[in-house]
């Protein structure tokens, strides 16, 4: 019996421990793929293994400057900046629809090659001012 080709699909889905995108050292954001869909935290992958998330509906204003490489997102008072390059088009916009699901810093600087739509060289997350600070330090 000649085998199903939606089956087949299906069972290499199945199979698969972990989609493409994950295992790709060489991507540097993720894009929800299903229309009409949208995520609720952008997640912030460290090379050090380090992941925090930031939730869109904090998502105040962000910010694309291509003279500087750099794309800034400001979430409740935290500033997050993405520094590299190819950042302003398709994680622009991924961004702006809430359909981006995280984006990663570079393991290395050979990742920064033409091969690479997009080369994410550093992420920064600088917390609100007195952040963190105890009442004590406050009432100085």
Same mark, same amino acid.
């Given at each position: 019996m000649p085998s199903n080709p939606i089956e087949d699909i299906l069972a290499d889905r199945r199979n698969k421990s972990a989609p493409e995108d994950e295992?790709?050292?060489n991507k540097f954001y993720s894009v929800l793929s299903a229309e009409g869909y949208q995520e609720n935290f952008l997640e912030i992958r460290f090379?050090?293994? &380090?992941r925090t998330c930031f939730a869109y509906p904090d998502l105040n204003w962000f910010n694309h400057d291509p003279d500087e490489g750099t794309l800034d997102l400001e979430f409740g008072g935290f500033l997050v900046t993405l520094v590299g390059r190819g950042l302003g088009d398709r &994680?622009?916009?991924?961004i702006k629809?809430?359909?981006a699901a995280w984006v990663k810093e570079a393991d290395s600087d050979f990742q920064d090659n033409s091969d690479n739509e997009v080369y994410i060289e550093k992420i920064l997350i600088s917390p609100p001012?007195?952040?963190g600070e105890s009442e004590e330090e406050e009432n100085e």
């Open positions: 295992t790709d050292p090379r050090d293994g &380090l &994680l622009f916009h991924a629809s809430k359909r001012q007195g952040f």
